[in-house]
Every structure is written in structure tokens, then in C-alpha cells.
């Protein structure tokens, strides 16, 4: 997902892996950037498509993590950052803290902050970054030199050195703008002058702080930080409430029935006709694609290597004074629109495909039947990852969690149908040593374990995936999700009980644009999600993340219904009575207490 919340949800065009591809042991670590491909000596002997070079990884953008967990940075492993803001968590996952970014991403990364009101031009405040963030690397490092064994958990990583320079100039330029100089100066020289003694004391009261701050509170069931004013029954009572229309459907361009017989034999002359041409998805570049391989040099397309800019171009905030505003440039390279062809190379160009005949021609799309046999109390939460092979953009791995109680229900490998082009770890988290673990879907999968990683299971087909997922739905079953028409197209499901995320939270100037997974969860939940950074997505999170927007905004709803004079009484929500009903019942009202009076006063 792009950072700027004005992006379509980028995170779902990830690679996938061909059926012939799988290695059956374990492949080590792909290649992270183009200059090192081909070069990884301790690499297993494996199938071509399973090791090829993997496109590089991720350099931290100026609006990366703002808020790192610390009590992971003291850790022998970093984690995918947990946010602490009033009640939100988010999940984390462990990466190996021993691998920080190269030199290159290390000074892409060193970027100031994009703020409304900069109080210094760009320039000057990386030079001032630089400075402050050589101070604390200086400090780290005779921390590392400490014969204590206690110092070795206060020891930070690159990484983390960094995002730790970046928060404290970040807040230097929010609270203090008008004397920043002088603040961050002050500060520079603090840190020159101080021992690593006090450097340690400060570190484990940094530490000891974050452990004080990890427990939040939990509602009755579980679930954190969002308060609807509903029981769970009543939350699930209501969901049916925020089902998107046949209408919304269509402006967000979901499929809502299979292409024809006919329609599917004109898409099947025009790519026979096309004799395997397609538009690259990344640099635009057209090129041919050979599924099965050519013949003549078993190559699987033309046009050599993919030059690209994997991050889209974003305008720099207008510094106080300048007479017009800056130019676009990449957020991944820091490079003007117009006067790069790329920062990352990749060793073929991918395409995708958008129409639902050419779709069909794939794998046919599929209604939800009406047999499941999961006997859901309320929605699905439902995440797809996909990926570039010779067939297009295939699904890759599919995750399915209950809710409102975020339980999972499903969360398999996929073998794709076509030959892989380029696995883009870094949207989708599938990597070549993930399917080398995985075990057949019908195998037992063991006990995670500290010292094992989890295994997923490996369905061996598209068909077989949805097949699983069929089981846990009914067309009547809420679909819940963000940007749906991606996963559903993947998977080649026609359903007709959706509640998108994107429907629920439209983008001010209206579809087709939409706002970000990520911005969404930041802006309503102060949240921080995909964060993994070279490590990718997690579906699991970006499904959990869904089904929480979905009951912040039943909690939404719900106070504005109330306020309407709506009223809930065993499950059923009752709307307020009309005006005229009211008179009427005050009327019948007045005239039972007269009778009682009249009554009364015969008595006496």
C-alpha cells in the first residue's frame, strides 16, 4: 500500500509460484537487490523460477513507522512494529534483527518527515538528521563494546537507529517549530557530550516504560480499542446493515456474474490474436509472454530486464516562503518524476489482467453455494495475496478469520496455474522457502515452535483454495474486507453479501479512487499496519484490520441512530416513532388518567 492515503490499495499485486516451481527443500534467502542477482553463492540448487533473483526490498520512506515498539528493540529479534496509541495493537512479526538495510537504503531512509508546515527547508533538516542520528549510532556502538551482558538487550539495530533519529527530529518540528534550530542543535550536542553510562540509563528507562505501556484494556470479548455500545449479538445483528448495494457494487467495479459463453469466446480470439503481447504493470513497456516457455531458449518473456520505480511519485509538503510548490518525485528514490526510468530492476517484465472475460479464460468464476456447512453466527473477514506469473496476477495465499472474534478459519499457500515472472515479496510476504515448508493441505500440520518457524499448508490449486473457503460460506454469509473486488476476482468468486471497507469509507471525490488500508486504520484507529517493510504484508492482519474498521464504524452508526431516537430490543433494531404516533399515544394516555379521575370521584 502506498503511504499517500489518496493511492488505490497497492498491496495486492504479489507474485506467486508455479506448480513445477515448489522446491522440496528448503531454498535459503532470495536475492534482495538486482545488483547482488546471481550472485548468492550458498544458494541451494533449485528450479529456476523458485530462485530467481526476488526484487529489493523496501527502503524506509520519510513516512515510516512513527512509533517503534522499544521493548522489541532491546530484543535479539526486531518485530513489525506495535503501535501503542490509546487501545490499538497491532500484530507483530519476527524478523532477524542482524539484517539491517544496506548503506543505500540506510541514507533513503535518513529523509525527514513529511509535515504540513516544515519549519526548515528539506536540505538543512538532513543535514541536521544526519548529524543526530551519527550521534546515537555512536552511542550504540560503545554500548556494543560493553563487556556487560545487561547492555547487550539495550543494543539498537540499524534500523532502529534510524526510525529513533526520525521520531526525535519529527517532534522537535512539531513541538518547537519556531526555535527548531536551537532545539535540535541543543540536542545534538547532549549527545556528543554524553557518557555511554548515562546513554545506558536513558535506554533502560526507555525500556522499562514501554513494558508499563503493553497491557491495554479488552472488552468482554477480546477485541481492543473500538467501543460500539452493542453486545457481540447485537454487533452481528447489525452488520447486515452495512452490506454494500448491487449499486456500490458496480462503482467499485465488482463482478457480479460470470462472463457469457459468447463474451468468453471473443476474449479467446483476441489473445490468440495478440500472439502473447502484453503492457508491463510496472514500466509500461510492452513485451511478449511464452507460457510453457520458448522453445527455442526456454525463455518465459521478451524485453530482458524490467527497469521501475516501485513506489508511486508524491508532490514534497511547500516549504513557508517558496513561490510555488516543489516537483513530484518517487518516495522509493527521492528522484523528479520525468528524469528517471528507475531505481529497481527486476528480471522480467509482469503484466496483470483486469477483464472478467480474459479472467474466465483462466479459471471460470464461481457462485457462492448454497451447502456450506460452517454455521458462521456472524461475517467472514476475507484477505487474498496474489502474485505476477505467465497467466497474469494469480492468488497466491488465501486467509479467511471469523467475526467479530477474529478466530482463523483459513490461512493456506496456493500453487498458481502459470509459471512465475517475479515474486514481489515485499506486498505480498510469500517467499520461495515458505512453500519449500509447506505441507499438503490434508497433512497434519505440527505444533509452532520458538525454534520453528509456522508451516502453512500448500492447497494445490486456485480451484482447491476456493473450495475451502466455500465451506465456510453461504451466499447469505457477510464477506467482509478492503478493496474485495481484487481478492473475489483472484479467486474468481461471485458473491452477493459484501461489506468493503472502501464502500464504508469513501474517498471524498468519489469512486473509482479509495483510501488505503493502512490510511484508514491510522486515521480512525491511530493504528500502524504494514509495517514489515522487505518482509511484506501480512493477509492475516490486513483481514483482522478490515474486520475492526467494520465495528468502528457499526459504533459509528449506531451513536448516530441513537441520537435519531432508535432503540434495540432483542436483537431488533427499532426505529423512533413518527410524530404523529406520539400525539396520538400521549392522547390515549390523558384520557385513561381523566377516566381513573372521573372514576375516583364517583367513588367518593
Not at 495486492?12 to 516451481?21: L, Q
Not at 494445490?460 to 457477510?478: I, Q, W
Request: charged share 25%.
Amino acid at each position: 500500500m502506498s503511504d499517500n492515503p489518496t493511492d488505490l490499495d497497492s498491496r495486492k499485486t504479489a507474485p506467486g509460484i508455479p506448480r513445477h516451481s515448489i522446491p522440496d527443500h528448503n531454498p535459503t534467502q532470495p536475492h534482495h537487490t538486482a545488483s547482488t542477482a546471481g550472485k548468492n553463492n550458498d544458494r541451494d540448487a533449485l528450479p529456476a523460477t523458485a530462485s530467481r533473483p526476488i526484487s529489493p526490498p523496501i527502503p524506509r520512506g520519510p513516512k515510516a513507522n512513527r512509533r517503534r515498539q522499544v521493548s522489541t528493540q532491546a530484543t535479539g529479534k526486531s518485530s513489525t512494529p506495535t503501535t501503542h496509541n490509546g487501545n490499538a495493537v497491532t500484530s507483530t512479526r519476527k524478523v532477524d534483527k542482524k539484517k539491517s538495510t544496506s548503506a543505500g537504503s540506510v541514507e533513503e531512509s535518513l529523509n525527514p518527515r513529511m509535515l504540513p508546515k516544515p519549519p526548515e527547508s528539506h536540505s538543512n533538516r538532513l543535514k541536521l538528521i544526519k548529524m543526530l542520528h551519527e550521534q546515537l549510532a555512536r552511542l550504540n556502538e560503545e554500548t556494543g563494546r560493553s563487556q556487560d551482558l545487561s547492555s547487550k538487550d539495550l543494543i539498537l539495530s540499524e534500523h532502529d537507529l534510524i526510525m529513533e533519529a526520525l521520531d526525535e527530529e519529527e517532534t522537535m518540528a512539531k513541538k518547537s517549530p519556531t526555535v527548531y534550530l536551537n532545539v535540535i542543535k541543543s540536542r545534538i550536542m547532549v549527545l556528543k557530550k554524553m557518557k555511554v553510562e548515562a546513554w545506558k540509563e536513558l535506554r533502560t528507562q526507555k525500556l522499562q516504560s514501554a513494558k508499563t505501556d503493553t497491557t491495554v484494556p479488552e472488552d468482554a470479548n477480546g477485541l481492543k480499542g473500538i467501543e460500539t455500545d452493542l453486545t457481540t449479538s447485537e454487533e452481528i445483528a447489525f452488520l447486515p446493515r452495512l452490506v454494500a448495494s448491487q449499486q456500490d457494487q458496480r462503482m467499485y467495479s465488482y463482478v457480479l456474474a460470470a462472463p457469457t459463453e459468447k463474451e468468453m469466446e471473443q476474449a479467446k480470439k483476441g489473445v490468440e490474436a495478440a500472439l502473447g503481447w502484453e503492457q508491463c504493470d510496472r514500466c509500461q513497456m510492452r513485451f511478449q509472454v511464452f507460457p510453457g516457455r520458448r522453445e527455442e531458449d526456454g525463455a518465459l518473456t521478451s524485453g530482458g530486464k524490467c527497469t521501475y520505480h516501485w513506489a508511486k511519485p508524491r508532490r514534497p509538503d511547500r516549504v513557508k516562503g517558496e513561490a510555488k510548490a516543489r516537483e513530484p518525485m518517487y518516495a522509493c528514490c527521492n528522484e523528479p518524476l520525468g528524469q528517471s526510468s528507475g531505481c529497481t530492476k527486476a528480471d522480467s517484465h509482469v503484466f496483470k489482467i483486469s477483464d472478467p472475460k480474459r479472467l474466465a479464460l483462466v479459471m471460470p468464476f464461481e457462485p457462492t453455494p448454497d451447502q456450506g456447512n460452517y454455521d458462521t453466527l456472524g461475517g467472514v473477514c476475507f484477505d487474498c495475496e496474489m502474485g505476477y506469473t505467465t497467466l497474469g496476477l494469480e492468488l497466491i495465499r488465501l486467509t479467511a478469520l471469523s467475526w467479530p472474534d477474529e478466530r482463523e478459519l483459513l490461512d493456506v499457500l496456493v500453487r498458481p496455474k502459470g509459471e512465475i515472472l517475479d515474486l514481489n515479496s515485499r506486498y505480498s510476504g510469500v517467499w520461495p522457502k515458505d512453500y519449500a515448508r509447506a505441507i499438503p493441505y490434508k497433512a497434519s500440520v505440527p505444533e509452532p515452535s520458538a525454534a520453528a518457524p509456522t508451516t502453512l499448508r500448500l492447497a494445490e490449486s486456485p480451484e482447491a483454495a476456493r473450495g475451502l473457503l466455500f465451506k465456510l460460506l453461504t451466499p447469505s454469509t457477510p464477506l467482509i474486507g478492503h478493496a474485495l473486488e481484487n481478492d473475489l476476482n483472484a479467486a474468481r468468486i461471485l458473491h452477493p453479501t459484501i461489506v468493503d471497507t472502501c464502500i464504508l469509507f469513501p474517498h471524498p471525490r468519489g469512486a473509482p479512487l479509495r483510501w488505503g488500508l493502512k490510511a484508514l486504520m491510522k486515521w480512525h484507529l491511530h493504528r500502524d499496519i504494514q509495517m514489515g517493510g522487505e518482509h511484506g504484508h501480512d493477509p492475516r492482519e490486513d483481514a483482522r484490520s478490515a474486520g475492526e474498521l467494520v465495528r468502528f464504524k457499526i459504533g459509528q452508526s449506531w451513536k448516530k441512530m441513537k441520537g435519531e431516537g432508535w432503540t434495540i430490543s432483542e436483537k431488533e433494531f427499532c426505529p423512533p416513532a413518527p410524530a404523529s404516533s406520539l400525539l396520538a399515544a400521549l392522547a390515549r394516555d390523558k384520557t385513561k388518567e381523566n377516566d381513573k379521575s372521573s372514576s375516583l370521584g364517583a367513588k367518593m
